[in-house]
């Protein structure tokens, strides 16, 4: 390692000395990475804690048994959901903001290292939905029974057999872009993915199919319609295709699954919604058990949502929620203009659309406990509020997840070069100290 007292002040001097072996050995990117981690962590645009005030009871009740009866942070039970209520609605429900339709459709990750607990808050939320579909399932297993004696009778008296079932269900966990696009399809274009390790889906990109499975993803992010053409096979169209995401992963995983696939550059990425706490820990066991009457409530909401009827009419801005959403456009407007940085400058302008579908999401579960609100069809100016202090939350991790993936290959200069553009140096002195170089490096490289 060289001495910063003793290190070249003269630019071309320390690059010649710092060569690929001394800087390997210095780890010098590793301690970039953990100053830039520090940085993020300690700044106040990172100190946005999750929001619960404006929270529907009835999900602030379930996340706070879950997270206090499991040990986790509350944002896991809430996200998680709030993504069980977008998966069990489906396309039955929409927003117009005047100038862009919506479904309450997410993609969340819930990210956390192995062995804190995380499992559980997302299985506690989507269970009432796997009670429904295994209940579908059921159902189907009889209607197939009775499909295959009618087939047989069909063939005895050489008469057309009857169409054959399908399974019609709201989650799915484990396929081929095949089978769900064949899925979506079969349950009139909408489909959730539930998977507590979201590992396994970023690992199956690419291995059965490697033309546009991303680029499929995107559309499908944006409610666009798309047609599959397969030879020997009927073409399959799906209209305004709906797909909400939910599960965990690992900070190191998403590290490797954003890297691995361009995921970042190619606006996969920043269509998510982090749920990224700073330090999780696992908590000692406690014997306490979740109240089966909380649960219970949460439960009957959820196959409230999933045996709603198809309204024809969408939910609009009422004045007060529309000059807060105009307002919060232009906030957004204004960060994705001053930002460089292309993965969190995407990101943001997504932002927009995120807070419309979780307002709608919101106003939907306020509407199932007020009638009132139920039949003006409004997102009310508290939906719009509580979204935003939520998207709020979202914009505040999104540096978590950046230097998740900051590469390891690149000189001295250029890591410098980064923090820098990205986060800023404002003491130079502290920032040379803290990775043992010098000063005057580090002020030729940021006047450069």
Same mark, same amino acid.
């Given at each position: 390692?060289?001495?910063?007292?003793?290190?070249?002040?003269?630019?071309?001097?320390?690059?010649?000395?710092?060569?690929?072996?001394?800087?390997?050995?210095?780890?010098?990117?590793?301690?970039?990475?953990?100053?830039?981690?520090?940085?993020?962590?300690?700044?106040?645009?990172?100190? =946005?804690? &999750?929001?619960? #005030? !404006?929270?529907?009871?009835?999900?602030? %009740?379930?996340?706070?048994?879950?997270?206090?009866?499991? +040990?986790?942070?509350?944002?896991?039970?809430?996200?998680?959901?709030?993504?069980?209520?977008?998966?069990?609605?489906?396309?039955?429900?929409?927003?117009?903001?005047?100038?862009?339709?919506?479904?309450?459709?997410?993609?969340?990750?819930?990210?956390?290292?192995?062995?804190?607990?995380?499992?559980?808050?997302?299985?506690?939320?989507?269970?009432?939905?796997?009670?429904?579909?295994?209940?579908?399932?059921?159902?189907?297993?009889?209607?197939?029974?009775?499909?295959?004696?009618?087939?047989?009778?069909?063939?005895?008296?050489?008469?057309?057999?009857?169409?054959?079932?399908?399974?019609?269900?709201?989650?799915?966990?484990?396929?081929?872009?095949?089978?769900?696009?064949? =899925?979506? &399809?079969?349950? #009139? !274009?909408?489909?959730?993915?539930?998977? %507590?390790?979201?590992?396994?889906?970023?690992?199956?990109? +690419?291995?059965?199919?490697?033309?546009?499975?991303?680029?499929?993803?995107?559309?499908?992010?944006?409610?666009?319609?798309?047609?599959?053409?397969?030879?020997?096979?009927?073409?399959?169209?799906?209209?305004?295709?709906?797909?909400?995401?939910?599960?965990?992963?690992?900070?190191?995983?998403?590290?490797?699954?954003?890297?691995?696939?361009?995921?970042?550059?190619?606006?996969?990425?920043?269509?998510?919604?982090?749920?990224?706490?700073?330090?999780?820990?696992?908590?000692?066991?406690?014997?306490?058990?979740?109240?089966?009457?909380?649960?219970?409530?949460?439960?009957?909401?959820?196959?409230?949502?999933?045996?709603?009827?198809?309204?024809?009419?969408?939910?609009?801005?009422?004045?007060?929620?529309?000059?807060?959403?105009?307002?919060?456009?232009?906030?957004?407007?204004?960060?994705?203009?001053?930002?460089?940085?292309?993965?969190?400058?995407?990101?943001?302008?997504?932002?927009?659309?995120?807070?419309?579908?979780?307002?709608?999401?919101?106003?939907?579960?306020?509407?199932?406990?007020?009638?009132?609100?139920?039949?003006?069809?409004?997102?009310?100016?508290?939906?719009?509020?509580?979204?935003?202090?939520?998207?709020?939350?979202?914009?505040?991790?999104?540096?978590?997840?950046?230097?998740?993936?900051?590469?390891?290959?690149?000189?001295?200069?250029?890591?410098?070069?980064?923090?820098?553009?990205?986060?800023?140096?404002?003491?130079?002195?502290?920032?040379?100290?803290?990775?043992?170089?010098?000063?005057?490096?580090?002020?030729?490289?940021?006047?450069?």
């Amino acid at each position: 390692m060289i001495d910063k007292k003793n290190a070249p002040s003269n630019f071309g001097e320390f690059e010649e000395a710092m060569n690929p072996e001394q800087c390997k050995s210095t780890n010098f990117i590793e301690k970039l990475k953990a100053e830039i981690q520090s940085k993020s962590m300690n700044s106040n645009a990172n100190d =946005t804690a &999750f929001p619960i #005030n !404006g929270l529907p009871q009835v999900i602030l %009740d379930f996340a706070v048994e879950i997270s206090e009866v499991y +040990g986790v942070p509350i944002e896991f039970p809430v996200m998680a959901a709030l993504c069980a209520v977008s998966a069990s609605v489906r396309k039955k429900i929409t927003i117009d903001s005047g100038k862009y339709r919506n479904f309450g459709q997410l993609w969340v990750m819930l990210v956390a290292p192995p062995g804190v607990g995380k499992t559980e808050p997302v299985s506690a939320a989507f269970r009432p939905l796997q009670k429904l579909d295994n209940s579908s399932y059921d159902d189907y297993q009889l209607e197939l029974s009775r499909w295959k004696a009618e087939c047989t009778e069909a063939k005895q008296i050489k008469t057309q057999e009857p169409e054959k079932p399908f399974f019609k269900q709201c989650l799915i966990d484990d396929f081929t872009p095949e089978s769900l696009y064949q =899925t979506m &399809f079969r349950n #009139n !274009g909408s489909i959730s993915l539930y998977r %507590d390790e979201l590992s396994g889906w970023f690992a199956d990109f +690419g291995r059965y199919n490697k033309n546009g499975e991303i680029s499929r993803y995107l559309s499908i992010f944006n409610n666009a319609q798309f047609c599959i053409n397969r030879k020997s096979e009927e073409p399959l169209q799906i209209p305004e295709p709906f797909l909400t995401i939910c599960g965990t992963i690992q900070p190191e995983v998403l590290n490797i699954a954003l890297s691995s696939n361009t995921l970042k550059e190619n606006g996969f990425a920043s269509r998510f919604l982090y749920v990224y706490p700073k330090e999780v820990k696992k908590q000692k066991y406690s014997e306490r058990t979740p109240d089966r009457n909380i649960l219970e409530r949460y439960e009957k909401l959820i196959t409230h949502c999933y045996y709603l009827p198809k309204l024809e009419n969408p939910f609009t801005l009422s004045e007060e929620a529309k000059e807060l959403f105009i307002k919060y456009a232009n906030q957004t407007t204004e960060l994705v203009n001053s930002c460089s940085n292309n993965f969190i400058r995407a990101t943001y302008a997504k932002m927009e659309i995120q807070v419309l579908r979780l307002a709608l999401i919101v106003q939907i579960i306020r509407g199932i406990y007020d009638n009132v609100e139920w039949q003006q069809g409004l997102i009310t100016k508290e939906a719009i509020q509580y979204a935003i202090k939520l998207c709020d939350y979202f914009n505040s991790k999104i540096i978590l997840v950046d230097i998740t993936n900051i590469p390891t290959k690149m000189n001295s200069a250029e890591a410098i070069k980064t923090i820098q553009k990205e986060y800023g140096i404002k003491n130079k002195q502290a920032f040379a100290d803290s990775i043992g170089i010098t000063r005057q490096y580090v002020s030729k490289i940021c006047n450069e």
